[in-house]
Each structure stands twice: as structure tokens, then as C-alpha cells.
């Protein structure tokens, strides 16, 4: 069946710009989490969906980035006023609902690169 | 979640065994042992997990120390497409869903 899928695969943007990335999770998964990766580093965990509602948003590095999910499906992260930092791959995954201790589904993510 | 060490990287050889440690002595009871790997240019990809007993399934196969404070994962017949980062996670199952991904151990098979 269809996995997590993720667009773009890559964005290119200039330094103040908006960006949007896209994330299609699997069908009839409820949880839906944002990480990031910087080059070379680990998963840097940013918001956590539970339906439309986002239970845990820590993660989010500044009030420069949000996060939507409509229709408990598709998700959106979003953003605002880039800076050279945000350059990384932004990760997408989806869990079953109410199984607690199971897996994460990742999508291919979407690497960002700010100039 | 509490913490988890692991050796930066190994190396193996291929169709041989490769043990993959992970110590993590301050874990609490409900916290669930997770094992990811991420290919190159990839997402990470679930592996296995555990609790308490030892489990095994078509990838790999995880053994739990009896104290929990550390854990092993074990592939049985490293195959050059299992190269890859392997990060060990520990993920309290009353708290946040989030995984905390720690730093990893690169494993390196050679032909």
C-alpha cells in the first residue's frame, strides 16, 4: 500500500521567503509527527498531530514555524521568513491511532535548502 | 525520554552476524525499547521493539539485558543494504509519542 509521501522532495528558496511543505500520511493513521534533520545530525522532533489537533508542539524552534492538519489527513508545516539555520530535511511520519508503542511510518522528506 | 548511548560506528563484514549495543541505564518502566535505521537519503524505517522480553522478527532480532539497562540488537546476516544508521530510542508509552533520536551508531558492511 501507499506510504507516507512528502512534497516537495527538494525547495530551494531565498533567505525571508515563506515556505510550505506537504505531508500525505498513510491512510487511517491519526498520528502524524514534523522532525527535521540538519546535515550530519540526528531527528529534531518539532510537533506531534493527534487528529487535527496538535497535543505537543515543544519542538517548534521559533514562532516562525506552524503547523496545520486538516480533515485528519494531510499536513501542512509552514515557515514564515526563512533563515539559512532552517536548512534541512524536514521528516513526515504516521502512526496508528490508540497503539500505543508502535512503529512510526516515515516518509522520504523534503529537503530544504535556504540561500 | 531518558537517554540512550551507543558506539558512533561499526564495522562488519558481509553475511555475518553484527551485535548492535545500546545502553540506557536511567530507563523507567514504561519506557519501550525502539530500534530505527535510516539508509542513505532516506527516512528512518522501524525495526523492531521490545519491553521486557526478548523479540524477533523478519529484520532483526532484539535482546533485552534482564535489568533493562541495555539492549542488543541482532542482525543475523548483515547484508550490504543493511548499512545504514541504527538508532536506538526510548519511548515512555504514558508520555508524549515523540521518538528522541540520540546520535546513532553508523554500521559499515564490507563485501
Known amino acids: 500500500g501507499a506510504g507516507v509521501s512528502q512534497s516537495p522532495s527538494n525547495k530551494v528558496t531565498e533567505k525571508g521567503k515563506d515556505v510550505e511543505l506537504r505531508c500525505d500520511p498513510i491512510s487511517g493513521h491519526t498520528a502524524l509527527y514534523w522532525y527535521r534533520q540538519s546535515l550530519g545530525q540526528g531527528l529534531e522532533f518539532l510537533i506531534y498531530?493527534?487528529?487535527?489537533?496538535?497535543?505537543?508542539k515543544s519542538g517548534l524552534p521559533s514562532d516562525r514555524f506552524s503547523a496545520e492538519r486538516t480533515g485528519g489527513s494531510v499536513s501542512t508545516l509552514t515557515i514564515q521568513r526563512t533563515q539559512q539555520e532552517d536548512s534541512a530535511v524536514y521528516l513526515c511520519?504516521?502512526?496508528?491511532?490508540?497503539?500505543?508503542?508502535?512503529?512510526?511510518?516515515f516518509g522520504p522528506g523534503t529537503r530544504l535548502t535556504v540561500t | 525520554d531518558a537517554k540512550t548511548t551507543q558506539p558512533n560506528s561499526m564495522e562488519s563484514n558481509e553475511e555475518e552476524p553484527v551485535h548492535l549495543p545500546c545502553n540506557h541505564s536511567?530507563?523507567?518502566?514504561?519506557?519501550?525499547i525502539h530500534w530505527y535505521r535510516q539508509l542513505p537519503s532516506q527516512g528512518p524505517e522501524y525495526v523492531i521493539h521490545?519491553?521486557?522480553s526478548n523479540v524477533n522478527n523478519r529484520m532483526a532480532s532484539l535482546a533485552i539485558a534482564e535489568d533493562r539497562k541495555s539492549s542488543t540488537l541482532i542482525l543475523h546476516r548483515a547484508t550490504l543494504r543493511d548499512a545504514a544508521v541504527y538508532y536506538c530510542i526510548l519511548r515512555d508509552n504514558n508520555a508524549g509519542n515523540m521518538l528522541t533520536f540520540g546520535g546513532g551508531t553508523r554500521l559499515m558492511v564490507k563485501p
Open positions: 536511567t530507563i523507567s518502566g514504561t519506557d519501550y
Open positions: 498531530f493527534q487528529g487535527n489537533s496538535a497535543p505537543d
Open positions: 521490545g519491553l521486557t
Open positions: 511520519a504516521s502512526s496508528p491511532a490508540g497503539l500505543l508503542g508502535r512503529e512510526q511510518y
